[in-house]
């Protein structure tokens, strides 16, 4: 087993979204999975910012932060694309001298009048600069070129990629695409070709968009006689109704995710699940066993479909356990109306987040609802199941309740089943008003779940204020 040097290459023109984190997600896995044997391993992350009109630096913290609450940690320093330019360069020069590449003055207008003609005599050339390549004085200019790669008109170029399988595409179909623009600036695609040679990079693993490319980047490594790297082109993900995921179909950026209240282990564990199973009985699976179990080999070919419902059933499942809290009480913390209300009485917090926590998908979901229960101002509104029959029954409530000595959930439960026997009526009759009462809603957790959670002197204090009205 070779040592595996994997990266996760993004361009800083948006934010980190479901796609970028699933490739990400995947190249972090395999690394861990290779560490194990070779010590030596590395997942690197690489900021390609070369496109100085569509980077942002918002964007790029978005990537980085994104990336770390999520968990997925990269070794060494950030490579930023922008430092390298002059090795890019070094690169394209050595293609012009080599013959591998050549200088072409065709304007856009040139090229574009050329692939109409073809368009109407129904050829089929992707190579549109014919005759700079020939053109003894274009090969001699100082300045004011651009330089584009050679690539063979015959032929055809075959890949073996770990997910498609044995691919290949005819070199006719590749264009001599552009390496040096006119002002000397390289493009992408000779930089990602120099960066992951020079960082040793033998393992390419990114989306199934980025496969045309590849056909076309192997080229580079084959001109320079460098090492190809193994690929794996992941399916894309789609919404679920086929079309290609966007924002249509839910929160796709990973702000939108934490902003909403999801916690990153069910963002991962619905992410691997994409055309892979663990092939367990439930499908929950944390980063750990994930390291342990994933086959990258095992990943299906076709376009996998993110369900959000899928999502907050596992979001739930995970929000729900005890040991994951802390994601809650962050996303507090970090919530700039809610923060707070956990330094007035985290205890409060926690048994608000308790009562309700098995009917919510994302944290957000209680955000209104935990300002209510810290609403020191909070009056009960008037409503029809709050008649005078309820009154009366209430007053003796607030009686009896005044002797209650440990404000438990279990003394409340015994309390209010004591109270109904006492009155000899029903719950609900009772309970709904007084779950209005308390909340203003006719919906709600059980009436001694609200009372706990808003503590004795909230809930004396709205009954209070209600009775006394
Ligand atoms: N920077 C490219 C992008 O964000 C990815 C490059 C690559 O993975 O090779 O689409």
Redesign the pocket.
Known sequence: MKNVIA?????P?GFLHIG?IR?ALINYIIVQQSKSQKKDSKFYLRI?DTDKMRSKKEFEESIINGLTWLGIKWDDRIIHQSERINRHYEVANQLLKNNNAYKCICTPETLEKKRLENKRKHINVKKLCIKCEKNEKVQSLKTNYCVRIKIPSEGKLLLKDKIQGNISLENKELDNFILLRNDGTPT?MLS?VVD?YDMNVNT?I??N??LN?TFR?VYIYKHMEWQIPEYSHLPLIHGEDGSKLSKRHGAIDVNELNNLGYIPKSIINNLILLGWSPKKINEIIEIDEIIELFDINKISRSASIFDYNKLNYLNNYYLKENKNYKFFENYILNNNNLSKFIKEDHIKIKRVFDSFKNNINYFSQIDAIIISYFDHSFRTKSHELLNENFNIILKDFINDLTKIDDWNEKQLTDFIDNFLKKKKIKFPIFGKPLRIVLTNSIKGPSIIAILYALGKETSFLRLNNYIRK
């Open positions: 990266r996760f290459a993004p361009s023109t970028g490739t390609e992408y990602v992951d390419i990114r989306g968009d980025h490319n980047q």
